[in-house]
């Protein structure tokens, strides 16, 4: 029996294989973010998570399997469509260094003319940002590294996504300030949000999600929840290096 969308996970991804040009890079990836869930997506570098991410962005087509947003079948939908079907992504610290970070924010409200509900959702970023909104008036370019993370979390609370996709957050930052950038994020879920997180950082994952995917050479090779994981180092450890603990 099929779900109905308000029952559907916020994302699924079934069988996908993708390729660039005659390499293929996933193997029959499957994995799915319940709604209200938190989940990660672990494993070094080149096992193809940025290419899990190209499919579900829909910047790269995938060569069989499916997408579901939201329980829509988004396998061949534009980024466009996809982002008005309630995916948010962050992907780096992007942002127009000469403009404020306000403007910053403001260019995130492109996809609607009610310009009310643009400042009204500016208003609301900010306020889950304090530091940012302390700086609201400063360029992007005069914010440290964590700043300008949060600036790009910010951005997603500006198109109130159903699903945020997060990519690598917590790379080049103090531990004090991944710390709090996990904080954000658990209040952006306790809002609602849907979240995958793409980290190569296992500790940094398994304090903040619910269930954890590794991946390993295109392919998941484990699904646990959180909690199982953490406790179990010599697995974990096993599982980043592309097998089985004996």
Known sequence: MSLSRSEAPALSLAD?????????????????????????????????????????????????????????DS????????????????????????????????????????????????????AIFPRLNARRNQPASTLSGGERQMLALAKAVVNDPKLLVIDEFSLGLAPVVVGGLCELVRRLN??????????????????????????EKGAIIAEESAAVLSADPSRIQALMLGGEVA
Do not use: C
């Open 16 to 72: 996908v294989n993708a390729s660039y040009g005659p390499v293929q890079v996933l193997f029959g990836t499957s994995l799915y973010v319940e709604q209200g869930e938190m989940v990660a997506l672990l494993g070094p570098n080149g096992v193809g998570k940025s290419t899990t991410l190209r499919v579900i962005g829909g910047l790269l087509k995938p060569d069989s399997g499916s997408v579901h947003i939201g329980g829509w």
């Open 75 to 126: 396998t061949y939908w534009s980024p466009r469509k996809r982002v008005e079907k309630g995916l948010g992504q962050v992907i780096g610290q992007a942002s127009f260094g000469s403009l404020t970070v306000v403007d910053n924010l403001r260019m995130h409200g492109y996809a609607t003319k009610d310009q009310k509900w643009v400042r009204e959702a500016v208003e609301a970023a900010l």
């Open 190 to 215: 306790e809002r609602g949000t849907s979240v995958l997180v793409v980290e190569q950082s296992v500790n940094v994952a398994l304090s903040l999600v619910h269930r954890a995917y590794v991946m």
